[in-house]
């Protein structure tokens, strides 16, 4: 007897990531974080165009589904292709039967004119309807004036900022920079280096932390909610938090999973309807934290939408025919790997 449980949410995500799997070397080796940024993602998210956008995200999309995740937060940044990134990101995984929560992240890294035109993105997409936050890309690629129109602009539309905070040491200072600015609807991502308290919600990312050697974040030393996300490295969230549990175990003996599932839990609040999916899983303990902690290969059998639909059957989308997906952006991670 297979066991069932709501759908999954990730509580940070990339899409445009999917492609980068496979990627050329970087022209030299990174030494450090903020080199791990501009030798790989900065040279990266700036050769994203339309059909590279549209496959990662149908990609990331399907493959998440696979995994039994239903909903994802997103965060994007595509220099070069600004405007109307977010709804190609949109439709793309409504077409494979994903629930999205977006913003772009603004930085000052192109000029003035480039976080205009995030800002610019941010605005078109919300006011048109789209589900989402307004994208910061961090304190430290953003100057004042940038921070406090990013966060000026979420007020008026009634929604929260999506930021990394303090993931590495050039961001040290974030907690400084936005304490004033940052509010209960922000999500802040990472927050491994953050000095004081911000209000919001805090996204745990820790197989991106340990993939980029910037320390553990010590989330349950925060009073803040926490949710757990993947940080572009796909959005299979029980892996996730498999990994989560013994890093938090490694960092506090006596910690149990359900401290974990709690986090996957969390994920609910910014995707309520969520809860409606019914996922069912090759493992009849599946809906165990205890039992997932210590179990691999658990897989998503079926996803039946809160609607009815049936959107993974026999562990394969039933919306979009994965070959052709998966053939499609190889096409395009081709395309971006000549750029590189």
Same mark, same amino acid.
């Given at each position: 007897?297979?066991?069932? &449980? ?10 445009? %990531? ?12 990174? #030494?450090?974080? /903020? ?5 790989? *993602? ?37 220099? @070069?292709?600004?405007?109307? %990134?977010? %709804? ?52 430290? +690629?953003?100057?004042?004036? +940038? ?28 907690? #400084? ?29 820790? /197989? %991106? ?45 006596? #910690? @149990?999973?359900? +401290?974990? *599932?709690? *986090? ?16 069912? *899983? ?12 210590? +179990? ?21 989308? &039933? ?7 998966? #053939? ?6 081709? /395309? ?5």
């Amino acid at each position: 007897m297979s066991a069932v &449980t709501s759908g999954l949410v990730c509580g940070h995500h990339h899409f445009y %990531s999917a492609l980068a799997r496979g990627m050329p070397a970087p022209p030299r080796k990174p #030494a450090s974080f /903020r080199e791990i940024l501009e030798y790989v *993602w900065w040279r990266l998210d700036v050769e994203l165009d339309e059909e590279i956008i549209r496959w990662s995200a149908m990609l990331g999309a399907a493959e998440a589904l696979m995994c039994g995740t239903t909903a994802i937060v997103d965060h994007h940044e595509s220099p @070069s292709c600004v405007e109307g %990134s977010l %709804s190609i990101i949109a439709a793309a995984a409504a077409e494979v039967g994903v629930r999205t929560n977006l913003c772009y992240g603004v930085t000052d890294r192109h000029g003035p004119d480039g976080a205009r035109r995030g800002l610019a993105e941010n605005e078109r997409f919300l006011r048109a309807g789209g589900r989402g936050m307004v994208g910061v890309h961090a304190a430290f +690629t953003c100057g004042d004036d +940038t921070l406090h129109a990013a966060a000026g602009l979420a007020r008026d539309l009634g929604v929260g900022v999506h930021i990394h905070v303090a993931e590495g040491p050039d961001d040290a200072a974030a907690g #400084a920079r936005l304490e004033g600015l940052a509010a209960d609807d922000w999500w802040l991502v990472h927050c491994v280096l953050l000095d004081r308290p911000l209000p919001g919600t805090i996204a745990h990312n820790p /197989r %991106s932390n340990m993939n980029n050697s910037v320390g553990y974040a010590a989330p349950t030393a925060r009073p803040n909610p926490i949710v757990l996300g993947t940080d572009g490295i796909g959005a299979d969230m029980l892996e996730e938090a498999r990994l989560a549990y013994v890093r938090l175990r490694e960092h506090d003996i006596a #910690a @149990s999973p359900d +401290t974990v *599932w709690g *986090w996957l839990d969390n994920g609910y609040a910014l995707f309520p309807e969520a809860r409606d999916d019914r996922v069912t *899983w090759n493992y009849d303990h599946a809906d165990s934290p205890w039992h997932v902690a210590f +179990t691999q290969g658990v897989r998503a059998l079926e996803i039946v939408s809160g609607d009815g639909d049936v959107l993974l059957r026999d562990g394969l989308p &039933t919306r979009v025919d994965l070959a052709e997906v998966r #053939a499609k952006a190889a096409e395009q991670a081709q /395309r971006l790997f000549a750029h590189l």
